[in-house]
């Protein structure tokens, strides 16, 4: 039902439901469809529920009064305070508005304006300009709005100045205030401060403190899953509770008659699993894994056997029926897949310490493999060392940190003093280890990018993986590997020579695009880098070069120096250091760059690339008016950037641009309305023209009286905040194509 486009509507839900629960009643032998589409009743369903919660398109960018509790960890930085707010009530214009649901929100730190402390779980009344989820869509970029809906986020915005916004009484008790409460003892007791982030990563899932350097150090060996909480810490806290009440019975052996060992100790390590997956936040992870807790326990209550497969299955249906939009999330797949790997490839090694050792190699071996599928299809990006590093840091992270964090916050309740020594250690030896990856993460193959994964390349990669570790004696096992080539070495559609490709991203409020020859790319324009440091070169640039193929890049060209043409230009220069390097302001450039004049010219696989402006002696005027202009011609099709010029030099571009093929017009200054004059656009006469704006930005980019002009002239206008990523293929024998629009191409019901 997720990859639907569009849902259908409820009532045929409510049909297909009701007729599926009759089958299953009347007709056994039709169970496995009536269970099918029951399941696909129940999903639509609660996906056609989730797009209604959201805010009404009609009410977006309006000013709410909110009233509402913090639903999470405020996460502090110095541009903003960001949380997730669970509205209680919601008005508008002094009546009341129907919205419920967890709202995404930012409180910006302004001139004269501080943020004050937001804690876990308090109450607060704010003004809130509002509007529903909206990301961007490029290819193999993230997909936030289907985060949004997995989440139950119904609008996002941020606070509006206000005298009576406030809080509304003293915070309440919740498991987030606790977990805040010990992130601070640990802060408190551990001086070093990377290392008191990675423990509170560590101990409670608190990754607020942690960087983007530690994000990029934990994916390049794999070890994401730890810094969150894996599902394998919560079976190291089951344990925990497990010899605690051994300790019981040992100091008072006569509770054995008042309750059996074996049932008690099924319930304390229930217990106490429950209590850890509260303070990691109750992530997926930890909850299929207390789940799975749970089964064992109440078979061994109950003195009934089952086996991990049975367990793992009853946890994966009360997850789909209590939530079947988690399917939506990559750590459904990954941890599910994972866990059923394990139990179906690996057996009995041996016992003692060969025979654990054994196992715990082997399994690494069997996750690194078994996952590199759907690894590649969510994050377009696997790591070659993950193996290994996942080796040396599950066991120490599962066996001596997380342990030594459990011990510290006994001790925050039953001896404070002592906690401190605890935690000092764990901090230490975590600090220890991540020096380790990070040494790690700067050997060959600890970055493996490759192409998009197509779906039929992904079922046959993960059937190969299945195949490879069946049991010995299984003839041709080898082969299983070949069932990985589609996902190796994908297909690419390569232009031919006097053709090219046009990629114009959606970076929101802002400018990048690629160009790609049949054997060379560029990249004109990186989007914006924001104080958050959310950098768009990052976060939409390098993972489109990636999904579309492109390992090498020729030229990195920068139009000017402003933030949203220029922010992103150090994030994919360091992936691209060969790559020569063009800006039109080098000057205000934050890395060395060669000067973009008139006059520079190449050519590659028969298409000729060439600098119109800035001229050498031209004035220095306005920051736009020195954007790099680039034109390209193939033999079929030209194309035209042209950053942020204005109309004074569009009137000496319109001459210069001689007759040819037909063209294709990056709008300038993204819409402005003091650029694309009439002369402009009737003497290029662009056969398609495009923006790339932002979604409601606060500019009105493109203006009404620009779209006005390219509609008068009939030149038909694409706009990236409408369509997403727009890709135009440039043949060398025909005509420019609009080949994809991402919202259309990749469309999901979730999608606006």
Not at 395 to 423: D, R, T, Y
């Amino acid at each position: 039902m997720q990859w639907l486009p569009i849902l259908p509507p409820r009532w045929i839900s409510v049909t297909a439901g009701s007729i599926a629960i009759v089958c299953l009643w009347l007709r056994p032998r039709f169970r496995w469809l009536a269970w099918i589409a029951l399941g696909a009743a129940w999903a639509s369903w609660c996906g056609s529920t989730a797009m209604q919660a959201r805010l009404p398109r009609d009410l977006e960018g309006r000013d709410f009064v909110v009233t509402g509790a913090i639903s999470d960890l405020p996460q502090v930085r110095k541009d903003a305070t960001r949380f997730v707010l669970t509205a209680e009530q919601v008005s508008l214009d002094g009546r009341r508005v129907m919205l419920h649901g967890r709202l995404r929100v930012a409180w910006y730190v302004t001139r004269g304006n501080t943020v004050p402390v937001m804690a876990s779980c308090s109450r607060w009344r704010l003004s809130l300009r509002l509007k529903r989820p909206r990301g961007l869509v490029n290819p193999g970029g993230g997909d936030s709005e289907r985060t949004a809906l997995e989440r139950g986020i119904v609008a996002t915005g941020y606070v509006r100045e206000d005298a009576a916004n406030a809080p509304i009484g003293a915070p309440g008790l919740c498991i987030n205030a606790v977990r805040d409460g010990i992130a601070r003892d640990i802060a408190s007791r551990v001086s070093d401060v990377h290392a008191a982030a990675l423990l509170k990563a560590f101990a409670v899932g608190d990754t607020r403190d942690l960087n983007q350097r530690d994000w990029e150090v934990a994916r390049a060996n794999g070890v994401s899953h730890l810094i969150a909480i894996s599902g394998f810490h919560v079976g190291v806290a089951a344990i925990a509770g497990i010899w605690l009440l051994q300790g019981v019975y040992w100091v008072w052996p006569g509770f054995g008659l008042r309750m059996p060992c074996a049932q008690a100790q099924a319930l304390a390590a229930l217990w106490v699993a429950a209590l850890y997956s509260a303070l990691a936040g109750f992530g997926l992870p930890t909850v299929r894994t207390l789940l799975m807790i749970a089964v064992v326990a109440l078979m061994r209550c109950l003195r009934r056997q089952g086996g991990g497969a049975q367990s793992l299955a009853l946890a994966l249906i009360v997850i789909l029926a209590m939530d079947p939009l988690a399917v939506l999330s990559a750590g459904f797949w990954l941890s599910f897949v994972g866990v059923a790997f394990l139990m179906l490839c690996l057996s009995a090694q041996g016992k003692g310490l060969k025979g654990f050792l054994g196992e715990l190699s082997m399994g690494q071996l069997v996750m690194t493999l078994s996952l590199l599928p759907l690894t590649l299809w969510f994050f377009g990006e696997a790591s070659l060392v993950g193996a290994l590093s996942n080796l040396i840091a599950v066991p120490f992270v599962s066996f001596v940190i997380v342990p030594l964090a459990l011990l510290g916050m006994l001790m925050l309740g039953l001896c404070p003093p002592l906690a401190a020594p605890v935690f000092w250690l764990a901090a230490a030896l975590a600090h220890g280890q991540w020096w380790l990856l990070e040494r790690m993460a700067g050997w060959p193959g600890a970055h493996w990018y490759l192409p998009e994964v197509r779906p039929w390349a992904l079922v046959l990669a993960t059937l190969g993986a299945w195949w490879l570790f069946l049991p010995r004696g299984v003839p041709l096992r080898g082969l299983g590997g070949l069932m990985f080539l589609p996902l190796l070495w994908p297909p690419l559609e390569r232009p031919l020579n006097g053709g090219f490709q046009l990629w114009m991203l959606d970076v929101g409020q802002g400018l990048s695009v690629i160009l790609r020859t049949r054997h060379h790319a560029l990249v004109y324009d990186t989007g914006a880098r924001y104080p958050s440091e959310f950098d768009l070169g990052e976060a939409a640039v390098l993972p489109s070069l990636r999904a579309l193929g492109m390992d090498r890049l020729d030229v990195l060209m920068v139009s000017h120096a402003d933030n949203d043409h220029a922010g992103g230009t150090q994030a994919v220069a360091a992936a691209f250091p060969a790559a020569e390097r063009l800006a039109g302001e080098p000057a205000r450039m934050p890395l060395p760059m060669l000067a973009c004049e008139v006059g520079q010219a190449w050519d590659w696989d028969g298409v000729r690339f060439r600098v119109l402006s800035p001229s050498a002696d031209q004035p220095n005027g306005k920051s736009n008016d020195r954007s790099c202009v680039l034109l390209v011609e193939g033999t079929g099709g030209r194309v035209l950037l042209t950053g942020d010029i204005d109309s004074q030099v569009e009137s000496r571009l319109a001459k210069e641009v001689s007759q040819g093929p037909p063209l294709v017009l990056q709008v300038p200054h993204h819409g402005s309305r003091h650029s694309s004059s009439v002369a402009f656009i009737s003497g290029l006469k662009p056969q398609w023209a495009l923006v790339s704006a932002g979604w409601r930005n606060r500019f009105g980019h493109p203006h009404p009286a620009v779209v006005a002009r390219y509609t008068g002239l009939r030149v038909p206008l694409l706009n990236t905040a409408d369509q997403g990523a727009i890709q135009i293929n440039m043949p060398s024998a025909g005509p420019p194509l609009v080949a994809a629009t991402w919202r259309v191409y990749r469309a999901r019901y979730w999608r606006e």
